[in-house]
């Protein structure tokens, strides 16, 4: 009786193994956080020569894609499903014009974070987030684009320019 048991449980173990596996492969349970990058070269078609730089968080994860010369771009942004998720799965990317000349707010429903991505022609410099209490500044390098990923209830969120001058961003739902 006991070998019996043991060659049940063995199969059990084995098929539950294998479904893992096959769901691992097929992406079917998400990208990890270290394969993003090799994920958003391969399934977008991003060339070797360009650079990819975002932001991960817990929850979501949002990449700018643009050759050295900044004459084109293409944005990713991915979210960690709850569940039964190992990773990041794809929710929306591609080129858009509000990314090359401003900067877009990403939002997904019921997900409690955002991202703002953008080619900088603006020359943001400064990123201000204010919760009521106090004012927390990120610097931003003015002469490339970024891509960050923020609390939705993070605070009022301010760009600035090289100037000091206020950058509009508009919000786009995935």
């Known amino acids: 009786m006991k070998k019996i048991f043991l060659k049940i449980m063995l199969g059990v173990v084995l098929v539950c193994a294998l479904f893992v596996g096959f769901l691992y492969a097929n992406n079917d349970i998400g990208v990890t956080s270290t394969n993003l990058e090799a994920d958003i070269r391969s399934s977008q ?3 070797d020569d360009w650079t990819v730089d975002g932001s991960v968080s817990d929850t979501m994860a949002a990449y700018i894609s643009y050759p050295q010369d900044m004459s084109d771009h293409n944005f990713s942004v991915y979210v960690n499903r709850p569940g039964l ?3 990041y799965f794809f929710r929306g990317g591609g080129s858009l014009s509000g990314v090359e000349r401003g900067i877009v707010e ?3 429903e019921e997900y409690k974070e955002r991202a703002f991505i953008s080619m900088n022609q603006q020359q943001v410099t400064q990123l201000q987030i204010d919760d009521g209490n106090s004012i927390q500044g990120i610097s931003i390098d003015s002469n490339k684009p970024f891509a960050i990923v923020l609390p939705i209830n993070a605070g009022t969120i301010t760009f600035y320019d090289v100037n000091g001058n206020t950058v509009e961003y508009w ?3 995935l």
Do not use: C, D, L
Request: charged content about 15%.
């Open 45 to 47: 078609k991003i060339k």
């Open 171 to 173: 919000n786009n739902p």
């Open 85 to 87: 998720s190992f990773g």
């Open 106 to 108: 990403f939002t997904v």
